[in-house]
């Protein structure tokens, strides 16, 4: 599954690839794609990882579980395929970009043009079956994802953690906030953001800030 991974990932997390619940939970996601419709496409599960390298991050931005319907998920956290049209949460987070930046709404929901800049759109579950969410939780894919947020915030400094709703809220004890920019809000879905605990952010512009601040590229959101 790993292949396509960016050379910087491969060698970090080679002792998390070496340990048996991953070796089970290979197993696992291997059995589903061949007995089931999964998502996103196979050779995509780990694109997060491919369009960043290690070095890269600068800031990282937490979701739960893949899109489950046909041509949504593309390996990047709240991303969509080009031409897909733009779900619910997706909306409200580009929404908020155009009132906090000033950038216009954008046509393509695929996030990838923000990868590209060192953003780490990390689901904490990387696969699910189509229309069944939910389905590859508790598989091993959080013990991975948390490894990787532990790595990121004992072996880099100065990254910006946007942690939007509870579940990615509980990834605080992970990082070290002492070293690292955390911002929290309540999730972009409507049920959050309809009353009131999404829109009232400026985590975008807050986030470049930040990043100019330390000497760093902002981000082109």
């Keep these: 599954m790993v292949e396509n991974m960016h050379p910087?990932?491969?060698?970090?997390?080679?002792?998390?690839?070496d340990k048996e619940?991953?070796?089970?939970?290979?197993?696992?996601v291997e059995?589903?794609?061949?007995?089931?419709?999964c998502y996103p496409a196979y050779d995509t599960i780990f694109a997060a990882?491919?369009?960043?390298?290690?070095?890269?991050?600068?800031?990282?931005?937490?979701?739960?579980?893949?899109?489950?319907g046909p041509n949504q998920a593309n390996g990047f956290c709240f991303s969509v395929n080009d031409g897909v049209k733009h779900p619910p949460s997706l909306i409200n987070i580009f929404k908020k970009v155009e009132t906090d930046t000033g950038a216009p709404y954008p046509i393509?929901?695929?996030?990838?043009?923000?990868?590209?800049?060192?953003?780490l759109l990390l689901n904490?579950?990387?696969t699910v079956r189509e229309h069944e969410p939910g389905s590859h939780q508790k598989k091993g894919w959080e013990k991975f994802t948390d490894a990787v947020i532990k790595k990121l915030s004992s072996q880099k400094k100065d990254v910006v953690f946007m942690l939007w709703g509870g579940f990615a809220k509980k990834?605080?004890?992970?990082?070290?906030?002492h070293v690292h920019h955390i911002l929290t809000s309540g999730?972009?879905?409507?049920?959050?953001?309809?009353?009131?605990?999404?829109?009232g952010n400026q985590h975008f512009s807050h986030c470049n800030k930040i990043l100019t601040a330390l000497g760093n590229k902002s981000i082109i959101w």
Excluded at 21 to 28: A, H, I, V
Excluded at 171 to 176: A, E, P, Q, T, V
Excluded at 187 to 199: C, D, E, K, T, V
């Design 124 to 126: 904490a579950t990387l």
């Design 108 to 119: 393509s929901g695929n996030l990838e043009r923000w990868a590209a800049q060192g953003v």
């Design 31 to 37: 059995q589903e794609y061949r007995e089931h419709i």
């Design 171 to 177: 990834k605080i004890k992970l990082i070290d906030k």
């Design 187 to 199: 999730h972009p879905s409507p049920l959050s953001a309809n009353r009131g605990y999404w829109f």
């Design 8 to 17: 910087s990932w491969s060698q970090l997390l080679k002792e998390e690839f």
């Design 49 to 68: 990882f491919e369009k960043s390298s290690f070095t890269d991050v600068k800031v990282v931005i937490i979701g739960q579980d893949p899109y489950h």
């Design 21 to 28: 619940y991953f070796s089970q939970l290979t197993s696992f």
